[in-house]
């Protein structure tokens, strides 16, 4: 069973700052979500990736499969970039759905 | 295009009370379908998958039951809610064998 890892759990930071949210996993994947929770509980997707790095507005994907790792960058972040950042990862091959990590709460203040 | 819905978005029901919890996704067939739980301080954690009508698979034991009676239909059920059964649901379905994910919007239960 792969395990995920996220880091940090919370980060609060002050609007503009760049913001790094890392997330490891102990099994080789065929691919890799980015995904954000808001307050009411919603899920919108913002990155499925399975190498190299993907760029959508300010936010920037990247990942290392020989190292398992992940990172999602912020840069000038906004207090509407307030939310839960969820990581997920898909093994590949069958229908056994995705595992996740705990989620990393960022708060942006004005 | 291809939408998920999935109702209601939030539910307060007593201790011993029924539950069902619907999701339907348009604008594919034979999709795969995900029902997930995210209890309080925990990630989301895979309940059950469906591969294709009446094919359900379940990862934990629980007190909670899947079923699939249309290729576009997913219900999850109880018959007799727990406290420890509230958290957030959520639906969610992929193409066979492919990694791309599309979510419901999630319901979420309070069991008093």
């Known amino acids: 069973k792969n395990e995920v890892e996220q880091s940090p759990q919370n980060l609060t930071a002050q609007e503009g700052e760049f913001i790094t949210i890392n997330c490891s996993y102990s099994?080789?994947?065929?691919?890799l979500h980015w995904l954000q929770q808001h307050p009411g509980g919603g899920i919108v997707s913002l990155f499925m990736?399975?190498?190299g790095k993907k760029k959508h507005g300010r936010l920037i994907a990247t990942i290392n499969i020989q190292e398992k790792h992940s990172s999602l960058h912020i840069t000038a972040s906004h207090p509407r970039d307030s939310a839960v950042y969820i990581c997920a990862v898909y093994p590949g091959g069958g229908a056994d759905g995705l595992t996740f990590g705990k989620g990393t709460h960022l708060i942006i203040q004005p | 295009s291809q939408t998920i819905h999935q109702w209601p978005a939030t539910l307060v029901q007593p201790v011993g009370s029924p539950l069902s919890l619907e999701c339907t996704v348009e604008g594919t067939s034979n999709p795969n379908l995900y029902w997930y739980r995210q209890a309080a301080g925990r990630g989301l954690q895979l309940l059950f998958y469906s591969v294709g009508i009446g094919q359900i698979s379940s990862e934990v034991p629980q007190n909670l039951s899947a079923s699939r009676p249309q290729d576009r239909q997913f219900i999850l059920s109880s018959k007799k809610l727990l406290l420890s059964d509230s958290g957030f649901y959520l639906c969610?379905?992929?193409?066979?064998?492919?990694?791309?994910?599309?979510f419901g919007q999630g319901t979420r239960l309070t069991v008093v």
């Open positions: 969610a379905w992929s193409r066979q064998h492919k990694a791309e994910a599309f």
């Open positions: 990736l399975s190498s």
């Open positions: 099994v080789g994947i065929s691919a």
